[in-house]
């Protein structure tokens, strides 16, 4: 469960000096990576959530 990410979530590049932290889980090697991730994720998050919206019918199971 500890486990140590050794490259960018996002680019997948190698850590420079810095990290930048995205929770826990996701660790991003510069800034760029971080805005360009979290909008990526944000994106993901809205399509989910539509498609969610479109499929989640509570009447059967
Ligand atoms: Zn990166």
Redesign the pocket.
Known sequence: MTEEKKV?S??G?PFGLTRHYVSFRHH???EK?KQQFLEARARDFAEYRQWCGRVSRPDRN
């Open positions: 960018c996002y680019c590049g991003l090697c510069s990576c």
